[in-house]
């Protein structure tokens, strides 16, 4: 028995069924409608052709005669929309399916990417365009069923869709109501077609020849007749063939007909139906319920064997039942068809309505179908129990990006009170927590608690492993990281010994309690605990077939990495990056946290430029959305590359941003700190003591006695030039008397020590400083402190001799002033004299040559020569040349000669 | 007995059930007729009339279901407005 064809999805659910088109077999009793088709090629030279008809008129039978035309010399993409389709994310990777399958790319279905709960639908369409512009052919997308699709995005997105379609690439959809699209833009530039109901009808010619194919002699006068009667309509036509062959005197059956009143289907379907054998309008009767059928089911729901033949059989005889894979184990009926087999299952066998629905339910639910199980048990009117697996299931299928269709099925429960409304409390919560409504969901979140207390033990469990899950998420889309964990210890013990499906969703559950437990935990600076959870989650959601849980933990992996050396924090977000990139996620919001740390530590290192490429990504990884708290990190991220770049005021923008996203963060962690003490020191150094003095002052105790502030309060000190002030703050900090959140700050606190020693006039002891900073930097060759500090003055003059990490300062000068700085490569052969430095240092100024000669006490003629020399010695032309050369060897400064 | 609200012109928002009279083409056999389960139905000429309590959800369901099922839609309209209203103190 063959699995549901799962073309989309984590390779449990399917998704949208994007049914393999057999070329070249258009199907029995379909007649090639040459007008019709000619008329559709037209169209299809234009962009966007749209066939919108009501039900039955033939538009798919069109779809598909139109593309199994031999000679068609562009890929066509097929697909149809699921009924009641309401998962976006689901509709696109369907799509992506059937591109990518139309495009020949290997085996398409085997490299759909997984799905992304939450998952933004215009990055989808983003993805979709991007892959039809990479293949070079010439592309039809053609979409069937697409009214179906009644997700409130869908509008938005499928315009986005149809209105930057590549040149090259086509678009044919079907659908039997107008939709609300606005492609006013397309239909002005000549770029949309139309083909509707009045083209779709069969003319007499056309009704003529079908009757004709399926064996049918009627005479002329007759056939015209039923044309009337069914005034062409496709489904009436089809239906009144089948019902017209074997009959033994036509002409009375059609003068029958058309004596009638009865609507075409009314009749046809009942004379239809009457003409099958007993087996096969038992199948077709009992079938209906479903969605889409495969011969065990079948015979589960006929109490008989031999479906399979019969499926097969009616497919071939007729148009109504359509197989949906290639190896033809999966059938679905024509809507309309379906529906009206439906009704006169209702009305002949009332009785077994509910039965079959039950049957359909758990066979669903046995092999992993819980949302479409769900829906059946509530068609049966078993509510309970559809609460109790929608309950069960519920995070799993949010997992599985069905979050709309979670909440459809919560919808349709009638408003009760009793058992099952307890159950679906925890439903509500997730899908309230979906919509963001975080209040909400501490709400239910508390009732489901009481209720879990009374459930049986398994059941308990998993109740409250959901709840502490549902917590921790909370906990993190707050940035609330205080009070959680103590939870964690009862959270991830569970019981041995249940049966596989109760298996799959406790280790569903688990993976996502690790997850969000392991999260919580980097940002309580819990970091052992938090590694350990997280490297468990990622094993354990690798197993279990989870890459969305899987790329997750590891992106926080390498964020909560990075207290412990940056070394290994590259790795493991390079690590999660290359997992991610694997499935297409490499620009997706959960990869965020891993590109924002590997930003984070590169700067650390001093490779800015490298750092600034992935800092890109992070921040449109995370700009429509994501958790407060890796925006912070983003923003922060930026921030520290504009004070290693020297640009302070853009530098106070971002820790402004940061600040924002703290304010959005309820309670403090491990960052909050870093961008207070930087802002005050950014502003410090920017010779706004006044303003940092103020922020060093609304800080509270608690938090103005961290390592990180004492520094910064250095700063200032030193920037209001008491040095020995400084060295006292800092010397606090050495001692390690006050809490510090890495070694990171005592590098920082030396730095800022040798600044404070040179100003007070004690060379040595400022290299001394500068020499304990390096042996802290070395291991994890760390420049960043040097570049925040403007340390690397002090390593310019340091004798190259008195260091034994030669290589450090060399590398940290490079980074920092751009190469060849570091090194006398570059250095002018000569070394302008003292006389000519002074005078290259009213260069920039706009007195005049004679001007400074006045003001160096000098004759003009002096100071022609040395400008003369300066120029050769700097290879320079002209005066802004000179200029620029000598800022850029950071000659113009005044320092100490 | 029911009671009118006191005669507004200008349009409320009513979400309570109105009567509904919905005309398709054709004659609507028992099979068909199914699919209304609400609804009494009446043939009148060639078209088939049916009548019933709906609100806007309940309506928007038949015409979902008239759609589905491929018949043509001829007219809908709403006869009464309001529904039983129980006096209040």
Not at chain 1, 37 to 51: C, W, Y
Not at chain 1, 61 to 71: E, F, I, K, M, V
Not at chain 1, 888 to 896: A, D, I, M
């Given at each position: 028995?063959?699995?549901?064809?799962?073309?989309?999805?984590?390779?449990?659910?399917?998704?949208?069924?994007?049914?393999?088109?057999?070329?070249?077999?258009?199907?029995?009793?379909?007649?090639?409608?040459?007008?019709?088709?000619?008329?559709?090629?037209?169209?299809?030279?234009?962009?966007?052709?749209?066939?919108?008809?009501?039900?039955?008129?033939?538009?798919?039978?069109?779809?598909?005669?139109?593309?199994?035309?031999?000679?068609?010399?562009?890929?066509?993409?097929f697909m149809t929309v699921r009924p009641g389709q309401r998962d976006m994310q689901l509709f696109w990777l369907t799509m992506l399916g059937a591109v990518r399958a139309a495009a020949g790319s290997g085996d398409g279905a085997a490299q759909l990417p997984p799905v992304a709960p939450g998952s933004g639908g215009s990055a989808m369409v983003d993805k979709v365009l991007s892959e039809l512009e990479e293949s070079c052919d010439r592309f039809v997308l053609v979409i069937d069923d697409l009214h179906e699709l009644s997700s409130p995005e869908a509008a938005g997105q499928l315009t986005a869709l149809l209105t930057r379609l590549p040149p090259g690439v086509r678009a044919v959809v079907a659908t039997r109501r107008d939709l609300p699209l606005r492609l006013h833009k397309l239909r002005l530039a000549g770029e949309l077609a139309e083909i509707r109901a009045a083209q779709l009808r069969f003319t007499e010619h056309e009704t003529r020849q079908f009757l004709a194919a399926a064996g049918i002699a009627l005479p002329d006068h007759v056939a015209v007749m039923l044309h009337q009667r069914t005034e062409g309509w496709a489904a009436g036509l089809r239906l009144a063939v089948l019902s017209l062959a074997g009959q033994s005197d036509p002409e009375r059956f059609v003068a029958e007909f058309s004596g009638s009143d009865r609507t075409v289907a009314d009749y046809l379907m009942a004379e239809m139906l009457e003409r099958q054998p007993p087996e096969v309008q038992r199948l077709l009767l009992r079938t209906s319920v479903l969605d889409r059928v495969n011969g065990e089911l079948a015979d589960l729901l006929t109490g008989a064997t031999g479906s399979e033949r019969i499926l097969l059989d009616l497919e071939d005889a007729n148009a109504f039942v359509v197989s949906l894979d290639p190896g033809r184990t999966w059938f679905r009926y024509h809507r309309m068809f379906g529906e009206l087999l439906r009704l006169e299952l209702r009305h002949t066998m009332p009785a077994d309505v509910a039965g079959l629905h039950q049957l359909a339910a758990h066979w669903l639910a046995s092999r992993g179908q819980a949302a479409d199980a769900i829906g059946h048990l509530q068609a049966a009117g078993d509510w309970n129990e559809a609460a109790r697996m929608l309950t069960d299931h519920a995070l799993s299928l949010t997992l599985d990006g069905q979050a709309g269709t979670v909440a459809a099925l919560l919808r349709a429960f009638p408003a009760r009170t009793g058992e099952e409304s307890a159950d679906l409390t925890l439903v509500r919560a997730i899908a309230d927590q979906y919509q963001l409504r975080l209040d909400q969901t501490d709400t239910h979140l508390r009732e489901v608690r009481a209720y879990a207390a009374t459930a049986a033990p398994a059941r308990r469990r998993r109740l409250e492993m959901a709840v502490a899950s549902v917590d921790l998420l909370s906990a993190r889309l707050r940035g609330h990281f205080d009070s959680i964990v103590e939870q964690a210890?009862?959270?991830?013990?569970?019981?041995?010994?249940?049966?596989?499906?109760?298996?799959?969703?406790?280790?569903?559950?688990?993976?996502?309690?690790?997850?969000?437990?392991?999260?919580?935990?980097?940002?309580?600076?819990?970091?052992?605990?938090?590694?350990?959870?997280?490297?468990?989650?990622?094993?354990?959601?690798?197993?279990?077939?989870?890459?969305?849980?899987?790329?997750?933990?590891?992106?926080?992996?390498?964020?909560?990495?990075?207290?412990?050396?940056?070394?290994?924090?590259?790795?493991?977000?390079?690590?999660?990056?290359?997992?991610?990139?694997r499935h297409g996620w490499d620009a997706e919001a959960v990869t965020a946290p891993a590109l924002a740390a590997l930003a984070n530590a590169l700067i650390w290192t001093g490779q800015f430029d490298v750092a600034e490429h992935w800092l890109i990504r992070a921040r449109r990884a995370t700009q429509a959305e994501g958790e407060p708290g890796i925006r912070l990190l983003v923003c922060l991220t930026s921030a520290i590359l504009e004070v290693a770049r020297g640009h302070g005021h853009r530098a106070l923008e971002e820790f402004a941003a940061a600040r924002q996203m703290q304010a959005l963060m309820v309670g403090e962690h491990g960052l909050t700190v870093r961008v207070n003490a930087w802002t005050i020191a950014t502003q410090a150094r920017l010779g706004m003591t006044r303003q940092a003095r103020a922020a060093l002052a609304a800080l509270d105790g608690r938090q103005a006695s961290a390592g990180e502030i004492r520094n910064a309060a250095a700063v200032i000190l030193l920037a209001e030039q008491d040095p020995a002030a400084a060295r006292r703050e800092l010397r606090v900090v050495l001692d390690g008397d006050v809490p510090v959140l890495s070694y990171l700050t005592q590098v920082e606190a030396h730095l800022l020590d040798a600044f404070a020693c040179r100003d007070l006039g004690d060379e040595r002891a400022s290299q001394e400083a500068a020499e304990q900073a390096l042996n802290l930097a070395e291991?994890?060759?760390?420049?960043?402190?040097?570049?925040?500090?403007?340390?690397?003055?002090?390593?310019?003059?340091?004798?190259?001799?008195?260091?034994?990490?030669?290589?450090?300062?060399?590398?940290?000068?490079?980074?920092?002033?751009?190469?060849?700085?570091?090194?006398?490569?570059?250095?002018?052969?000569?070394?302008?004299?003292?006389?000519?430095?002074?005078?290259?240092?009213?260069?920039?100024?706009?007195?005049?040559?004679?001007?400074?000669?006045?003001?160096?006490?000098?004759?003009?003629?002096?100071?022609?020569?040395?400008?003369?020399?300066?120029?050769?010695?700097?290879?320079?032309?002209?005066?802004?040349?000179?200029?620029?050369?000598?800022?850029?060897?950071?000659?113009?400064?005044?320092?100490?000669? | 007995m029911r009671f009118h609200l006191p005669a507004d012109d200008h349009v409320v928002m009513d979400w309570g059930p109105a009567l509904y009279m919905i005309r398709v083409d054709g004659h609507l056999g028992a099979m068909v007729l199914y699919a209304f389960p609400g609804m009494t139905p009446q043939q009148k000429g060639a078209h088939t009339v049916l009548t019933g309590w709906l609100d806007q959800s309940a309506l928007h369901g038949v015409l979902a279901e008239i759609e589905a099922l491929g018949l043509v839609l001829l007219e809908v309209r709403q006869v009464e407005s309001h529904g039983e209203i129980t006096e209040i103190q």
């Open positions: 028995m063959t699995d549901l064809p799962a073309v989309a999805g984590s390779g449990r659910a399917p998704g949208g069924a994007a049914p393999v088109h057999r070329r070249g077999k258009a199907g029995p009793g379909l007649i090639r409608r040459h007008d019709l088709v000619a008329a559709l090629d037209r169209a299809v030279q234009k962009r966007v052709t749209i066939i919108s008809a009501p039900a039955g008129t033939g538009k798919t039978s069109l779809l598909r005669t139109w593309a199994d035309q031999p000679g068609q010399d562009c890929r066509i993409a210890g009862a959270l991830l013990c569970l019981g041995d010994g249940q049966t596989s499906a109760d298996a799959a969703l406790s280790s569903d559950l688990k993976a996502i309690a690790l997850l969000n437990l392991g999260v919580t935990e980097a940002w309580s600076l819990r970091l052992a605990d938090s590694e350990r959870h997280l490297v468990e989650g990622a094993a354990l959601a690798c197993r279990i077939g989870r890459p969305y849980l899987q790329v997750a933990c590891l992106a926080h992996l390498g964020f909560a990495s990075t207290g412990r050396s940056f070394a290994m924090a590259r790795r493991r977000c390079e690590e999660a990056i290359t997992v991610a990139a291991p994890d060759r760390l420049m960043l402190p040097f570049a925040m500090t403007g340390a690397w003055q002090l390593l310019e003059t340091m004798p190259r001799h008195g260091t034994s990490h030669a290589a450090l300062v060399t590398d940290i000068l490079d980074a920092v002033c751009g190469p060849g700085r570091g090194g006398s490569a570059m250095m002018p052969v000569e070394q302008l004299s003292r006389s000519e430095l002074r005078v290259l240092r009213y260069l920039p100024t706009n007195l005049t040559r004679r001007e400074i000669a006045g003001e160096l006490s000098v004759s003009l003629n002096t100071v022609d020569t040395h400008i003369r020399r300066i120029y050769a010695k700097l290879g320079a032309t002209d005066r802004t040349a000179a200029v620029e050369r000598g800022r850029e060897l950071r000659l113009l400064s005044v320092g100490r000669t | -």
